[in-house]
């Protein structure tokens, strides 16, 4: 009796680790009822773990005749280059006829042009301008002082994956942090600690990636939970951006009088809240 | 949490670790290390209870959760030395090879202080070697007896098995080099591993 080819596959996975926990548990079930696929796998674990335990081998290098035999194929691929170069030559000559400006200012042929513009959709009607400036760019004042907190020298292993994210300046796996399961192992830091940490940057995260009701909640966590007094300014400098990023001046102009005496963003907090009085 | 980004660091390449461990950036190693506990140590003790379930799963799951920790660390100091084992696979490849290396040392320790006397009776019945309590672990005399049949094999054979065993190449892998499907390849290695227990089980016929 010899292995199908689905069991041999499924095997080779196995022995590559490349299974899922529900995969393994049922090849495991397979190998108990199975003594064919038991054996097979005992005799592949003995052949790798015998070359992993050898501190060197002698297999013999294949000779040039042998290499002969052993003959890579020969990948034939030049057609799919030709068809991916003629598909892209077709679009880009596509795209050249399709946007083509036309010139919608030509007097005599005004109201035909405008016409054929509407007709084919190829311009975009652009909103009649009006004199919205507001007092203060909301906008600008963010982005003038958000800058991402830097991240700490030592932090919890259990963060690393999203930290290092952060650190590149790709907030979207840290704004999507589970906190409530993120696990204690290893690391030595107390739960405490390592909330503090993942609401801290989650917070700032979030507020960069414009969702500022999340945002404000895991800042606003910081700043009531936080166990030092720079933690809790911190929490209230993003805050107090988040809140100006929602254009409420009220809430802002509170969180940063709070941050009072605190020397970090002493000068951007007193230039802030003059211009919002 | 095993994010997105561990996974993708765990098919990069040894040598981009090695890189790494060199410019000794603490923040690179707490992450690395952070990763692989994070998304490989509950597979591997997973895979080594379904792998070596014969010798007990409580003993098997103390021993392979000291394995990873010990591979971990070796693991480590190897990079950092630039002397990684089986460098030119996949990083999840190279650490699998380190767990289980450690996990069999360790186990092969503890199954020769319970068992001496069997120990000695399977090392001298050859025939037996690829299915008792010490079939799993390296000897001597097994590895020239899988050497010696290597040898034997046709050349596109024994390159295979050299990929598979060796190199420890997945499936894909080696469909890929082969330029034929992941089905045909499973086919033709299960061929070749045949083949091979074959003549290492009667080593006088070719």
């Not at chain 1, 009649?128 to 919890?156: Q, R, S």
């Not at chain 1, 906190?179 to 700032?204: P, T, V």
Request: some cysteine; aromatic content about 10%.
């Amino acid at each position: 009796m010899e292995l199908s080819n689905e069991q041999y596959e499924r095997l080779c996975n196995f022995l590559d680790a490349n299974m899922s926990m529900e995969e393994m548990a049922a090849f495991e079930k397979e190998l108990a009822n199975d003594d064919i696929l038991r054996s097979q796998l005992n005799f592949e674990l003995s052949v790798r773990n015998n070359f992993l335990g050898a501190k060197e081998n002698n297999i013999k290098e294949p000779t040039q005749e042998e290499k002969k035999i052993i003959k890579l194929p020969n990948r034939n691929n030049w057609w799919k280059a030709a068809a991916a170069a003629l598909i892209l030559g077709l679009s880009i000559f596509y795209f050249s006829q399709t946007n083509k400006t036309i010139p919608v200012d030509t007097v005599q042929h005004k109201d035909t042009l405008a016409a054929k513009v509407k007709d084919t959709g190829l311009v975009k009607i652009q909103p009649e301008k009006k004199d919205t400036t507001p007092k203060i760019d909301f906008v600008k004042l963010f982005d003038d002082n958000f800058v991402p907190d830097k991240i700490p020298e030592n932090y919890p292993i259990q963060l690393a994956a999203e930290l290092t994210e952060y650190e590149k300046g790709d907030y979207t796996s840290m704004g999507k942090l589970d906190i409530a399961n993120i696990s204690e192992i290893r690391g030595g830091r107390d739960k405490q600690a390592i909330q503090e940490l993942a609401h801290y940057y989650k917070g700032i995260s979030l507020v960069k990636l414009g969702k500022l009701d999340d945002a404000i909640a895991n800042l606003q966590w910081v700043k009531n939970n936080a166990t030092t007094d720079s933690m809790k300014a911190n929490a209230r400098w993003y805050l107090a951006l988040g809140y100006l990023k929602k254009e409420n001046t009220g809430k802002a102009k509170v969180l940063l009088e709070g941050i009072g005496s605190y020397g970090r963003y002493k000068k951007e907090v007193k230039k802030i809240i003059q211009l919002i009085e | 949490m095993c994010t997105k980004d561990c996974e993708h660091i765990l098919k990069s390449t040894p040598s981009e670790v090695v890189e790494g461990f060199k410019n000794a950036s603490s923040f690179f190693v707490k992450k690395i290390i952070g990763c692989i506990y994070a998304c490989y140590q509950k597979v591997f003790v997973g895979w080594a209870c379904v792998a070596y379930n014969k010798y007990g799963i409580d003993k098997i799951n103390f021993i392979s959760n000291t394995a990873f920790t010990d591979g971990l660390l070796k693991f480590t100091e190897d990079a950092k030395a630039n002397k990684l084992y089986n460098s030119n696979a996949k990083l999840k490849t190279v650490l699998h090879s380190y767990f289980n290396m450690t996990l069999l040392g360790l186990l092969q320790t503890e199954n020769r202080l319970t068992d001496k006397v069997n120990k000695y009776k399977k090392d001298t019945v050859i025939e037996n070697i690829f299915l008792e309590n010490e079939a799993l672990f390296y000897s001597e005399q097994k590895y020239k007896a899988i050497e010696t049949a290597l040898n034997k094999m046709e050349p596109l054979d024994k390159q295979i098995i050299v990929w598979r065993q060796i190199d420890e190449k997945t499936l894909d892998e080696i469909a890929t080099v082969l330029d034929i499907s992941k089905e045909a390849a499973s086919n033709r290695i299960y061929r070749c591993m045949l083949r091979l227990k074959n003549l290492i089980e009667k080593p006088n016929t070719d």
